[in-house]
Structure formats: C-alpha cells, structure tokens
C-alpha cells in the first residue's frame, strides 16, 4: 500500500510541475528556491521539488507526500480563516469518513488528555500552535496549523467523577478550499498522530 500512496504522490507532483501556477510561492505560502519550495508542514521542514517531496530527517509514511502534493494542487490565494471554527461533519461531503474521523483522529487522543496537557506547549512549539479564541470551552484547547492554511482547533476535557475524558478537533472555517475532504480528514489523523507522537515520546 506504500507503494500505491507514493505513486499518487508522485502523479500529483507531475500534475502539479506540468503547469506550474506562477503564485504557488504566495499561495502555499512558501520560500521559493528555483523549482523546489520550502515551507513547514505537519511540524516539520517541507520542500516539494519536481523530485519529491521530502518531511524533516527521518523516513515519514507516504501518506504525507500524499497531502502535501494534494494541498499544492488545491491551495488558492485565500488567505485562511480561522473562526468560526466549524466540526467535520459540518463540512461539504464528510458523511462518508465521519466514523473513521471520530475514532482516528479525536478518540484516539482520549486516553493521552493528561499527557498532551503535561506537553502542550511543546506540541503548540512544533505545529505553529496558538491560543484557541476565547470562549471556546474545553479544560485545555490550542489551534495548531499542520498546513499554513489550515488550522485545527483542539478542544480536551478532563475526565471527573460525573463525565469521562473528550477531544473534539475543528477546523478552521475555509479549510475545504485548501484540500478535499477527504484529504482534510487525514491532515485531522495525522495531527493528532503528531500530536501522540510528542505526548507519548
């Protein structure tokens, strides 16, 4: 399967240099060296190139060249609008990866809420994190950008005697104009992997 996402990745690439949009440096935004671009995704130094797409030092799965490629071909010169932050299923079309939403990208945090509490700073430090507007609930929330136009609202509650622990994760209000939904469901996954990856290190 590795393979198979690598190979989309590398077709959207070709689809993307074939016609090269003259703003794709503002528009991504990013720092433009010849044909390669570099900006920060998913916490990490990005550079898309007609060669690839490279994720920090380390090997990362393909499914991130996947997003990153698919968020090159679908970014427009908007700028991004965080609030209102909206939930997933408020988003054109989500009804299908609903579920898979639910229980990859918000459930799979519940059991960490007091570990990503102990590391928030340094999870708002490596995804370009900020406060959550005021009056957004929640024992402990931050907005983090995975994408430079696309930001994620984290909203946790701790577990007491009455309620067990939540996360709820929202996005950012004109995030489907940056990726297609489905695309916008895996930047929430691997999110809050990235998340976990820090929390439980």
Do not use: W
């Amino acid at each position: 399967m590795t393979d198979n996402y690598k190979k989309i990745a590398e077709q959207n690439l070709a689809h993307l240099y074939t016609d090269l949009p003259r703003d794709l440096e503002a528009n991504l935004p990013a720092h433009r060296e010849g044909e390669a671009f570099r900006f920060k995704a998913f916490g990490k130094p990005c550079i898309i190139s007609p060669a690839g797409i490279s994720l920090g030092e380390e090997e990362t799965s393909s499914v991130f060249d996947i997003l990153i490629s698919l968020y090159a071909l679908h970014v427009t010169p908007e700028i991004c609008i965080p609030s209102p932050f909206k939930s997933f299923k408020e988003l054109p079309a989500s009804t299908p990866y609903a579920g898979a939403f639910t229980t990859h990208t918000e459930q799979v945090l519940v059991p960490h809420v007091d570990r990503i509490k102990t590391y928030r700073e340094k999870i708002m430090k490596t995804l370009e994190g900020s406060e959550a507007p005021e009056g957004t609930g929640g024992d402990l929330s931050m907005v983090l950008r995975p994408l430079p136009k696309i930001a994620l609202c984290y909203l946790f509650y701790e577990a007491d005697e009455d309620f067990p622990a939540s996360a709820t994760c929202l996005y950012s209000a004109n995030a489907e104009r940056f990726l297609p939904v489905d695309a916008l469901a895996d930047v929430g996954e691997y999110t809050s992997k990235t998340i976990l990856d820090i929390a439980t290190q």
